[in-house]
């Protein structure tokens, strides 16, 4: 399929698709999207960026529109993490205006309040992260017995997650006879395993290299000593131009890069898992809206931002696993567009570029580091000082047990 209007899809989804901008299919849309609507089990791989999405939302409305009215959770969209979950909601919500398929968010770090009562008022579709999914579940506040369509999406990060048992418990509670969805940007042993014993004879859809980034993608690396880091980094924001998103390796880290930048006039802010929900949103959208030019994220962020037109990404620290690099720089270049992805390095992280280009297959491209570039100034601990007095300490009695001496001895006799 080439164009969308080619589909066997709803007059009223064509129409959504033309208002948000959508004329061609991807290509993992272009294999997946018509097995799916004729209700065949699909497994997908496919490079982060290119529209997985779409995929199986399209599909999901498209059924539960032309099928009775029944009441009940019809389709499960299970994501790992709460932001991925939020854009696949306003997808969702753009792709339905004006069908009668509702949608309802199932995810931790808000209130349950508001998403019970929104899964109360008739949604039939849940889009949900797994543990608030399953504790809404073994708390008998939802039942998922009429589910009739599946969807794992980011499968392999899900589990890298460690939502495996969760995930398991969670597809025990939905019927057997269902039509199941997955997508995922590797298919390894664990997730090989998850498909064997819950797909059936899926249509298989691999779309390009799930090893190696997209090929619009540019990729620059900088081997540059740890206190010339943000040096480096303000001085590609001061020549380029465009959004960077920025990858931090631990939680305080990105909190202290966001304050530095900060502190230079750059419009900044972070996500990570120690900020609320609320405040997560508030950085995601503040980005995607382009009131923040740079957002500083952990690997928890890395398959959570859908973020179109991101121009930079730039890794200040190293993955903590090798291959959550393509994840990272999957941020950039996406549907179809170009981008950059920067990685900083030191001297003794040599091996660790070398293991990530052995996974990549793909050289990155040395970029010298300006002499220009300055050194972060250290700042100085404060000096404390001890006042000193003229009054003499107070001597204590000090109890001890030392032998008496002789004359002593003598006297205690």
């Known amino acids: 399929m080439k164009r969308f209007s080619e589909f066997p899809l709803s007059a009223l989804l064509k129409s959504n698709l033309v208002k948000n901008g959508f004329k061609?299919?991807?290509?993992?849309?272009?294999?997946?999207?018509?097995?799916?609507?004729?209700?065949r089990d699909v497994v997908a791989t496919a490079q982060t960026g290119t529209g997985k999405t779409l995929a199986f939302v399209l599909p999901i409305i498209h059924l539960l529109a032309n099928e009775p009215s029944r009441a009940g959770i019809r389709a499960v969209i299970l994501s790992p993490t709460r932001e991925l979950a939020i854009q696949i909601d306003e997808t969702f919500a753009r792709m339905a205006a004006g069908s009668p398929v509702r949608a309802?968010?199932?995810?931790?770090?808000?209130?349950?309040?508001?998403?019970?009562?929104?899964?109360?008022?008739?949604?039939?579709?849940?889009?949900?992260?797994?543990?608030?999914?399953?504790?809404?579940?073994?708390?008998?506040?939802?039942?998922?017995?009429?589910?009739?369509?599946?969807?794992?999406?980011?499968?392999?990060?899900?589990?890298?997650?460690?939502?495996?048992?969760?995930?398991?418990?969670?597809?025990?509670?939905?019927?057997?006879?269902?039509?199941?969805?997955?997508?995922?940007?590797?298919?390894?042993?664990?997730?090989?395993?998850?498909?064997?014993?819950?797909?059936?004879?899926?249509?298989?859809?691999?779309?390009?290299?799930?090893?190696?980034?997209?090929?619009?993608?540019d990729l620059h690396l900088?081997?540059?000593?740890?206190?010339?880091?943000?040096?480096?980094?303000?001085?590609?924001?001061?020549?380029?131009?465009?959004?960077?998103?920025?990858?931090?390796?631990?939680?305080?880290?990105?909190?202290?890069?966001?304050?530095?930048?900060?502190?230079?006039?750059?419009?900044?802010?972070?996500?990570?898992?120690?900020?609320?929900?609320?405040?997560?949103?508030?950085?995601?959208?503040?980005?995607?809206?382009?009131?923040?030019?740079?957002?500083?994220?952990?690997?928890?962020?890395?398959r959570g931002i859908h973020v179109e037109g991101i121009s930079h990404v730039v890794n200040y620290d190293l993955p903590q696993v090798p291959e959550d690099f393509i994840h990272r720089v999957g941020r950039t270049g996406r549907a179809g567009a170009g981008g950059t992805a920067s990685t900083f390095a030191t001297r003794a992280e040599r091996a660790d570029i070398a293991h990530i280009e052995r996974i990549l297959a793909t050289r990155l491209v040395r970029r010298q580091v300006s002499p220009d570039v300055c050194r972060e100034q250290k700042t100085a601990a404060p000096v404390v000082e001890i006042p000193s007095t003229s009054l003499r300490p107070q001597q204590r009695h000090v109890r001890t047990f030392a032998p008496r001496s002789r004359r002593q001895f003598r006297r205690a006799v």
């Open 24 to 39: 061609e299919p991807t290509a993992v849309q272009a294999q997946a999207i018509e097995p799916a609507l004729a209700g």
């Open 104 to 217: 309802a968010v199932v995810i931790g770090g808000v209130g349950e309040g508001s998403q019970l009562q929104s899964i109360r008022k008739g949604a039939q579709v849940l889009i949900a992260t797994p543990g608030r999914l399953y504790d809404f579940l073994s708390r008998g506040l939802i039942a998922l017995g009429n589910v009739r369509i599946l969807v794992l999406d980011e499968a392999d990060r899900m589990l890298d997650m460690g939502f495996l048992p969760t995930i398991t418990r969670i597809m025990a509670a939905i019927p057997s006879e269902r039509q199941t969805l997955f997508f995922s940007a590797t298919i390894e042993s664990s997730v090989k395993h998850l498909v064997e014993t819950h797909v059936r004879n899926a249509v298989r859809v691999e779309v390009g290299s799930t090893t190696k980034p997209v090929d619009k993608i």
């Open 222 to 302: 900088y081997e540059v000593e740890p206190d010339r880091k943000l040096g480096l980094l303000q001085m590609m924001l001061q020549d380029e131009q465009g959004s960077f998103l920025v990858f931090a390796r631990t939680k305080h880290g990105a909190d202290r890069l966001a304050k530095k930048l900060s502190r230079d006039g750059v419009k900044t802010a972070t996500i990570h898992g120690n900020r609320s929900q609320n405040q997560r949103t508030q950085a995601l959208r503040g980005f995607q809206d382009g009131y923040y030019r740079v957002l500083v994220a952990t690997d928890i962020a890395a």
